[in-house]
């Protein structure tokens, strides 16, 4: 789900009910996932860390290590109920993302395209979520419902009952956003009816964004651009009151939120921080630098980047240098990297880069596989191809 969203000036009218949320919600419109596609995303939603932090196998499909600690373990320890529907076949994989939950229910009938996602969706898993609601044993006391939505994915599919907003890959693209507005809109008609929803608190995000030849790139994952990253985060809930907080927010800091929000004390090993105290009102205080993290795998090269004020800094592997103001050239269409005026910021930024990512080790993948690119030999990527000899240990 890109950021662009009528909630936050895109002009086209293609989600009404999530519109609707947001004016009674928590809005942050400069919002950012961690990386550029699922597998790598929600690995470090789950976790509250970095994906290159992370015991994972080396395949754009990562699989992680039981040996990681994910968020809804923790809710489950104290006796929360822990709940997930999916909707695509990397779920269903056995990588690891399931750990902690008591439900783990993938849409039935799938079919298997590493290259793209030729499945409808999202009313299977609409009636899936309402089953699950609708027994009281999964809703009498503290709960956790992960939906993860997939039907914005390409392929778009033209679906009855929904408005042509062109015929253009992004037009279609919106056709898919109405169509699982839909589906959630007929998902929240039901939990509005139901005595707990006055306790509940509702997060609305997406994983990553989408690019349509941004950057000569289309669909996602490969590059931490943007339209790649930016995502909608709204928060609604019991004494959260309307409004924007126009700071920029990452995902790192979901899994310490839903802990605070379920009144448990912070994990240690969690890298962000909690964004309950300005949802209920206090100040929003500055949690820049952003990071983003994209590490190697068989089809990504490894790619960081950091912002901070008006600058992003991006590193590729080499090391190299890319240095984008996003206030003046927000589609980050002029590499200043080499421009002399900016020299002073580059060499800022990249001291800047070195002294807050040293502080999130890198763990290289285990079991082998082919990576991308490699990494600086003397630097926290490892050498080309490196991998980790304990990490198959560690899996264990």
Not at 15 to 39: C, D, H, I, K
Not at 65 to 91: C, D, I, K, W
Not at 104 to 113: C, E
Not at 137 to 145: I, S
Request: charged share 25%; aromatic share 12%; hydrophobic share 35%.
């Amino acid at each position: 789900m890109r950021a662009d969203m009528p909630w936050q000036g895109y002009a086209h009218a293609i989600a009404p009910g999530l519109t609707e949320l947001a004016a009674q919600s928590v809005v942050y419109p400069r919002a950012y996932s961690v990386s550029s596609y699922t597998a790598k995303c929600m690995g470090a939603v789950l976790s509250g860390r970095y994906p290159s932090t992370l015991y994972r196998g080396p395949t754009f499909f990562t699989a992680y290590s039981r040996a990681n600690a994910f968020f809804p373990e923790l809710l489950q320890q104290h006796g929360a109920r822990t709940m997930a529907v999916q909707a695509h076949g990397y779920f269903d994989r056995d990588k690891c993302l399931s750990q902690g939950f008591d439900v783990w229910q993938v849409v039935p009938g799938l079919k298997w395209n590493a290259e793209t996602d030729e499945n409808v969706t999202g009313p299977k898993m609409t009636e899936m979520a309402l089953s699950l609601l609708g027994d009281a044993r999964n809703t009498r006391g503290p709960f956790l419902l992960w939906l993860h939505y997939m039907d914005p994915h390409d392929k778009y599919v033209v679906h009855e009952g929904v408005p042509r907003f062109g015929r253009r890959a992004r037009d279609f693209y919106d056709g898919e956003i109405y169509f699982t507005d839909m589906q959630i809109q007929r998902l929240l008609a039901f939990c509005r009816q139901q005595p707990w929803w006055k306790s509940t608190v509702l997060i609305v995000t997406g994983d990553h964004g989408e690019a349509f030849g941004e950057h000569e790139q289309w669909k996602h994952a490969f590059a931490l651009w943007e339209v790649l990253t930016r995502v909608p985060l709204m928060v609604h809930g019991p004494g959260i009151e309307p409004r924007r907080i126009e700071a920029r927010r990452s995902h790192i800091d979901l899994a310490p939120t839903v802990l605070d929000l379920m009144r448990l004390g912070p994990d240690p090993g969690h890298a962000g921080h909690s964004l309950a105290p300005e949802l209920y009102g206090g100040a929003p205080e500055s949690r820049e630098p952003i990071l983003l993290d994209l590490p190697a795998d068989n089809y990504n090269p490894p790619t960081r980047a950091l912002i901070e004020g008006d600058f992003k800094l991006l590193e590729d592997p080499g090391p190299k240098y890319k240095l984008y103001d996003l206030v003046r050239d927000p589609g980050e269409t002029r590499n200043l990297a080499g421009v002399a005026a900016y020299g002073a910021e580059l060499a800022r930024l990249r001291a800047r880069f070195e002294q807050v990512w040293s502080k999130h080790p890198y763990v290289a993948p285990y079991g082998g596989g082919k990576l991308v690119g490699g990494g600086r030999a003397d630097g926290p990527m490892g050498p080309p191809g490196w991998v980790d000899p304990d990490g198959e240990k560690r899996m264990k």
